[in-house]
């Protein structure tokens, strides 16, 4: 990605995860009060604790910046932790959306998440992972999975990958869970119930060379086949939820489109949402899929929603909900935690939750074809051509 602005008096702030990839960026308004809202505001929906930000000519500081944002939280939490040698306004040679570390002039400034500011306490590096993402509930130790060795949905996922990652340099594909990590027989109860239910499997990908772009993505021409960053900092529950949604996007555009419509006049202004989405996404289309399938990815996250889908038809979904509830008590609280949280803009949020859990229902009951049955296909936006529900945090 080349950080250049069209107008070299504005400001830019970039947010990074915890391994330092680029998932939003955006444009900062002069004041520094007003950015700092914004700042805070931003990291929390994106999950994102560290900002870099590119001063134009108002020449705000990393120290200055951070005065207001520390005040607005009533910390001495943000302050400067390295600098990088990136220039907003050319082609950087960091093209990967990665910052290395390196001597330079932009500042990185951590955001104290919105929990460290409760407590009132920050290691200045707070960790975003979910408490369910890959790494903490399969654990890091993975093994390759030889190309030669791979059926041929997997092959068909992995040649997805690659054309998602743009030339990023190799993917693979791996097999988690080699230890035993706490969580994992939890997790790998909840994924088979779930993928068996729904028909689905899942392929963990990992890019040995460079970050991937995405966290999760299925491919129109498998819409079977969900395919999960094993880097990922989001959570199984979100990316399976989201990435499930994706697949009903392709296999069954009856129901989708029909929930869609409910889900959506259902909705209250949700257009600082679609705003954040701007930086990945370009059509009102693709902010609908996004947001409709974020409300999928953070009910499954929810007891709740088990429990009404559990009430919607026991003979089926019995053994799915009581694995999914057991994997989230072993959770606990940790779960709380959203990447990209629609939930607040819904009054009756009840309602809402009927609809899915309907249209939930009538998915499984149905056809679910091995490729996309759209008469056309959504719009492309940059490298997203597989239409990969990617979180950009945006």
């Given at each position: 990605?080349?950080?250049?602005?069209?107008?070299?008096?504005?400001?830019w702030?970039?947010?990074?995860?915890?391994?330092?990839?680029?998932?939003?960026?955006?444009?900062?308004?002069?004041?520094?009060?007003?950015?700092?809202?914004?700042?805070?505001?931003?990291?929390?929906?994106?999950?994102?604790p560290?900002v870099?930000?590119?001063?134009?000519?108002?020449?705000?500081?990393?120290?200055?910046?951070?005065?207001?944002?520390?005040?607005?939280?009533?910390?001495?939490?943000?302050?400067?932790?390295?600098?990088?040698?990136?220039?907003p306004?050319?082609?950087?040679?960091?093209?990967?959306?990665?910052?290395s570390?390196?001597?330079?002039?932009?500042?990185?400034?951590?955001?104290?998440?919105?929990?460290e500011?409760?407590?009132?306490?920050?290691d200045?590096?707070?960790?975003?992972?979910?408490?369910d993402?890959?790494?903490?509930?399969l654990?890091?130790t993975?093994?390759?999975?030889?190309?030669?060795?791979?059926?041929?949905?997997?092959?068909?996922?992995?040649?997805?990958?690659?054309?998602e990652?743009?030339?990023r340099?190799?993917?693979?594909?791996?097999?988690?869970?080699?230890?035993?990590?706490?969580?994992?027989?939890?997790?790998?109860?909840?994924?088979?119930?779930?993928?068996?239910?729904?028909?689905?499997?899942?392929?963990?990908?990992?890019?040995?060379?460079?970050?991937?772009?995405?966290?999760?993505?299925?491919?129109?021409?498998?819409?079977?086949?969900?395919?999960?960053?094993?880097?990922?900092?989001?959570?199984?529950?979100?990316?399976?939820?989201?990435?499930?949604?994706?697949?009903?996007?392709?296999?069954r555009?009856?129901?989708?489109?029909?929930?869609?419509?409910?889900?959506?006049?259902?909705?209250?202004?949700?257009?600082?949402?679609?705003?954040?989405?701007?930086?990945?996404?370009?059509?009102?289309?693709?902010?609908?899929?996004?947001?409709?399938?974020?409300?999928?990815?953070?009910?499954?996250?929810?007891?709740?929603?088990?429990?009404?889908?559990?009430?919607?038809?026991?003979?089926?979904?019995?053994?799915?909900?009581?694995?999914a509830?057991?994997?989230?008590?072993?959770?606990?609280?940790?779960?709380?935690?959203?990447?990209?949280?629609?939930?607040?803009?819904?009054?009756?949020?009840?309602?809402?939750?009927?609809?899915?859990v309907?249209?939930?229902?009538?998915?499984?009951?149905?056809?679910?074809?091995?490729?996309?049955?759209?008469?056309?296909?959504?719009?492309?936006?940059?490298?997203?051509?597989?239409?990969?529900?990617?979180?950009?945090?945006?």
């Amino acid at each position: 990605m080349a950080l250049r602005a069209a107008n070299e008096s504005v400001n830019w702030v970039v947010y990074l995860d915890g391994r330092r990839r680029i998932r939003a960026m955006n444009l900062l308004p002069d004041d520094p009060k007003a950015a700092a809202k914004l700042i805070l505001r931003d990291t929390s929906a994106h999950g994102t604790p560290n900002v870099v930000l590119f001063p134009g000519t108002t020449n705000q500081d990393a120290e200055q910046w951070a005065k207001p944002i520390n005040a607005l939280t009533s910390q001495e939490q943000s302050r400067p932790l390295d600098s990088f040698p990136i220039d907003p306004y050319e082609p950087s040679a960091k093209e990967d959306g990665h910052f290395s570390e390196g001597d330079g002039g932009y500042n990185v400034i951590s955001i104290p998440s919105r929990d460290e500011r409760s407590a009132g306490q920050s290691d200045g590096q707070p960790d975003i992972e979910a408490a369910d993402s890959p790494a903490n509930v399969l654990g890091t130790t993975y093994q390759p999975v030889p190309e030669q060795n791979l059926p041929d949905w997997a092959r068909r996922g992995l040649a997805a990958t690659e054309r998602e990652a743009g030339g990023r340099g190799k993917v693979s594909v791996v097999q988690l869970g080699i230890k035993n990590p706490p969580g994992k027989s939890s997790t790998l109860r909840f994924s088979a119930e779930l993928f068996s239910l729904f028909r689905k499997r899942i392929l963990f990908v990992k890019g040995t060379e460079k970050p991937l772009p995405f966290d999760g993505m299925i491919s129109p021409d498998d819409p079977n086949t969900l395919i999960i960053d094993a880097d990922a900092p989001s959570g199984l529950t979100y990316l399976f939820g989201h990435e499930l949604g994706h697949s009903i996007q392709h296999q069954r555009p009856d129901l989708y489109d029909a929930f869609q419509k409910e889900l959506l006049a259902m909705a209250g202004d949700w257009s600082d949402y679609r705003e954040k989405l701007h930086a990945s996404y370009r059509t009102e289309e693709q902010f609908r899929a996004e947001f409709t399938n974020d409300f999928i990815g953070n009910q499954m996250g929810d007891p709740v929603f088990w429990q009404r889908l559990h009430q919607r038809n026991p003979g089926i979904f019995r053994r799915l909900v009581d694995a999914a509830l057991a994997f989230l008590k072993e959770l606990g609280s940790r779960i709380g935690t959203l990447e990209r949280d629609v939930r607040p803009y819904f009054k009756d949020i009840e309602a809402a939750r009927t609809s899915l859990v309907k249209m939930l229902e009538d998915y499984q009951l149905g056809p679910m074809p091995e490729s996309s049955v759209r008469t056309r296909k959504l719009p492309d936006h940059g490298n997203d051509n597989e239409l990969s529900g990617k979180l950009h945090r945006g």
